[in-house]
């Protein structure tokens, strides 16, 4: 019997917006992948934007995304802990995934103690400098009045009009996105201003379309963990060394 010990993380399916592959082709991607995980994985971090659109009203979902949501279900049964991160796409997670998944909700970071190694992680999205403009926009979505509002909308309407908007997203967009250089990258100038406070091993994001792995400090890492629009980017902790790798089916 194998030993469940190692942790996955991964972020940015944007499941339900179309791209160069369908979104029915990368759930079928994403099954594989976590088929793959479920012998050896004892936890897996879904670090935000898994859903390009997520609300749940409270006897309505959105529809879609079966075999992806019933695997996560298989690896939840066989005691995987699942935590799920609520991104800019999918913020307006409430119970239904906790329920039905045993999943725990994270709302903005969290920092983990593994193996006497520090990590902090967070989607990404509203971080570091500048961008007030987006910020005032999550705090507002992200507001009871904003979210009381919506759910009086009907789900025809009210999906239709998040998956119109979804079109005209970065995703949608089918560019791939491209590095700026250390000083312009605006996750890892936060994490590096985070260093100045106190000591972090690990940063994990997600948000950012780039997978990539840098050395901060001595002994601080940041990695993003790209997205599956294009890549098929995910990292693994195995008690010892964090490693991002590209999922090849």
Request: aromatic fraction near 16%.
């Amino acid at each position: 019997m194998s030993v469940r010990d190692k942790i996955y993380f991964a972020s940015d399916f944007h499941l339900g917006i179309k791209s160069q592959t369908t979104s029915f082709e990368r759930e079928r991607q994403l099954v594989s992948w976590l088929d793959y995980i479920k012998s050896d994985a004892k936890a897996l971090f879904l670090v935000g934007d898994i859903f390009d659109f997520w609300f749940e009203y409270s006897t309505v979902v959105p529809k879609g995304f079966i075999r992806f949501l019933g695997k996560l279900a298989e690896l939840s049964d066989l005691g995987v802990e699942i935590t799920l991160f609520k991104g800019n796409h999918d913020m307006w997670m409430f119970g239904y995934l906790k329920e039905q998944l045993n999943a725990r909700i994270v709302d903005n970071e969290l920092m983990l103690q593994l193996h006497g190694k520090r990590f902090y992680i967070h989607h990404g999205d509203g971080l570091g400098p500048g961008d007030a403009k987006y910020k005032f926009l999550k705090a507002f979505f992200r507001s009871n009045i904003c979210q009381w509002l919506f759910a009086r909308l009907h789900p025809n309407l009210g999906i239709g009009i998040a998956q119109r908007w979804s079109r005209h997203s970065r995703a949608a967009s089918l560019e791939e996105e491209h590095f700026l250089g250390e000083d312009r990258e605006w996750l890892i100038q936060y994490a590096k201003d985070l260093l100045q406070r106190e000591h972090i091993d690990y940063f994990i994001f997600g948000h950012r379309h780039l997978a990539y792995d840098i050395k901060l400090a001595e002994n601080s890492r940041i990695i993003n963990l790209g997205e599956w629009i294009h890549t098929c980017t995910y990292a693994v902790w195995d008690g010892k060394e964090l490693t991002l790798k590209k999922w090849m089916p």
